[in-house]
């Protein structure tokens, strides 16, 4: 047990605040990681407005890295003095998902997840006797967290740990959405609908990939800026495209944006829904034109990843200058500056904002 500072969720409509919480020793499967560097991702901010609910209080933050320090019985694939970017969908490798190689899809631990628990069904955390509870089993914006083994996945030791950290979301969400659900080719057309984090990563996917016309498209002329610095071709202010493409991709989570998509392909084309739409929303799409004109739409999550075989592989592509991935990191902050730094993300502020510890 070890007291630790930690960003803490409390209730919906007030911001993180930074108070000391206690962290247990790794149970078994576990392991004990010191963070290095946490993402300020919008997933996270989902908590305050509402949108995502947990119970009070959680430790929040789901896309970091840092050293493994400890490591509970039983663990076998993450040594002690491990670089590790954190996985934020734990998986039991054994359902059909699974053995399907489509771990993000794994249904084991759902309730677990979203109960704000380890996979054994309790806390590690805690504040002065009372559970504390996980964000997606890594609660990272912490100077310490406990995660299941299958939720730490090694890199290699000389990577950045901020870039190790962006490749546990933002980046393995968007190229992976361009590279394992869209296989985009080399010379392909590509539209990404919302300029964010994950948007920015598939814009980085698509230039990856090899993809020559890159539209983006989005509401700030900031983030058209932005977008063209990693590689866009194209910009517009106006879902409404007046070339179409090969490939949408819808990073925001809009039913209208969706259908936007949908119209801004070819026929032949295909929509991949990459932004969380809330619950219980419904899209609408034209069904004439999806029969007539052979359209696809794909839904992706997690990038279809496997983090194991696909953060070292975006790592190395990073390496390889072939992902450039340091631009996207234009701010830093320390864990006591997390609502300046969600306040700057909801504020529009371009980029990704990074924790470093
Ligand atoms: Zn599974
Ligand atoms: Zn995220």
Same mark, same amino acid.
């Given at each position: 047990m070890r007291t630790i500072s930690a960003a803490v969720f409390r209730e919906v409509g007030t911001p993180f605040r930074i108070e000391s919480v206690q962290l247990a020793d790794p149970g078994p499967g576990e392991v004990l990681v010191k963070m290095q560097a946490a993402g300020v991702c919008h997933s996270d901010w989902h908590l305050v407005t509402g949108a995502t609910k947990v119970p009070s209080l959680t430790v929040p933050g789901h896309e970091g890295a840092g050293i493994v320090e400890a490591v509970g019985p039983g663990v076998s694939q993450v040594r002690v003095g491990d670089l590790v970017a954190l996985n934020w969908a734990p998986y039991c490798g054994l359902c059909e998902c699974c053995l399907d %190689?489509?771990?993000?899809?794994?249904?084991?631990?759902l309730k677990q997840k979203w109960a704000g628990t380890l996979l054994d069904g309790t806390t590690r955390l805690s504040q002065n006797g009372t559970p504390v509870y996980h964000f997606t089993a890594t609660?990272?914006?912490?100077e310490y967290t406990v995660v299941p083994e299958c939720c730490a996945v090694p890199l290699p030791a000389d990577t950045p740990p901020a870039i190790a950290a962006v490749l546990g979301c933002a980046v393995t969400t968007g190229v992976g959405a361009v590279l %394992?659900?869209?296989r985009v080719a080399p010379g392909d057309s590509v539209a990404v609908f919302g300029c964010g984090g994950v948007g920015l990563c598939t814009i980085l996917g698509a230039v990856a990939a090899g993809a020559g016309r890159i539209v983006a498209v989005d509401v700030s002329e900031e983030k058209l800026a932005f977008a063209h610095l990693l590689g866009a071709t194209e910009t517009s202010?106006?879902?409404?495209?007046e070339k179409r493409v090969d490939f949408a991709f819808e990073?925001?989570?809009l039913p209208e944006l969706q259908r936007h998509a949908f119209d801004a392909i070819k026929p032949g084309g295909m929509a991949v829904f990459a932004g969380i739409t809330p619950t219980d929303s419904l899209t609408s799409l034209p069904g004439a034109a999806w029969t007539r004109q052979e359209k696809t739409v794909a839904g992706t999550y997690y990038g279809t990843a496997h983090p194991r075989r696909d953060f070292p592989r975006f790592a190395e592509l990073w390496r390889q200058g072939r992902l450039p991935l340091e631009k996207l990191l234009t701010r830093t902050y320390e864990l006591g500056q997390i609502e300046t730094a969600y306040a700057d993300l909801v504020g529009g502020a371009v980029g990704r904002g990074m924790i470093v510890f």
């Amino acid at each position: 047990m070890r007291t630790i500072s930690a960003a803490v969720f409390r209730e919906v409509g007030t911001p993180f605040r930074i108070e000391s919480v206690q962290l247990a020793d790794p149970g078994p499967g576990e392991v004990l990681v010191k963070m290095q560097a946490a993402g300020v991702c919008h997933s996270d901010w989902h908590l305050v407005t509402g949108a995502t609910k947990v119970p009070s209080l959680t430790v929040p933050g789901h896309e970091g890295a840092g050293i493994v320090e400890a490591v509970g019985p039983g663990v076998s694939q993450v040594r002690v003095g491990d670089l590790v970017a954190l996985n934020w969908a734990p998986y039991c490798g054994l359902c059909e998902c699974c053995l399907d %190689n489509l771990p993000a899809l794994c249904q084991e631990y759902l309730k677990q997840k979203w109960a704000g628990t380890l996979l054994d069904g309790t806390t590690r955390l805690s504040q002065n006797g009372t559970p504390v509870y996980h964000f997606t089993a890594t609660a990272c914006f912490a100077e310490y967290t406990v995660v299941p083994e299958c939720c730490a996945v090694p890199l290699p030791a000389d990577t950045p740990p901020a870039i190790a950290a962006v490749l546990g979301c933002a980046v393995t969400t968007g190229v992976g959405a361009v590279l %394992n659900k869209a296989r985009v080719a080399p010379g392909d057309s590509v539209a990404v609908f919302g300029c964010g984090g994950v948007g920015l990563c598939t814009i980085l996917g698509a230039v990856a990939a090899g993809a020559g016309r890159i539209v983006a498209v989005d509401v700030s002329e900031e983030k058209l800026a932005f977008a063209h610095l990693l590689g866009a071709t194209e910009t517009s202010l106006s879902p409404v495209l007046e070339k179409r493409v090969d490939f949408a991709f819808e990073c925001v989570g809009l039913p209208e944006l969706q259908r936007h998509a949908f119209d801004a392909i070819k026929p032949g084309g295909m929509a991949v829904f990459a932004g969380i739409t809330p619950t219980d929303s419904l899209t609408s799409l034209p069904g004439a034109a999806w029969t007539r004109q052979e359209k696809t739409v794909a839904g992706t999550y997690y990038g279809t990843a496997h983090p194991r075989r696909d953060f070292p592989r975006f790592a190395e592509l990073w390496r390889q200058g072939r992902l450039p991935l340091e631009k996207l990191l234009t701010r830093t902050y320390e864990l006591g500056q997390i609502e300046t730094a969600y306040a700057d993300l909801v504020g529009g502020a371009v980029g990704r904002g990074m924790i470093v510890f």
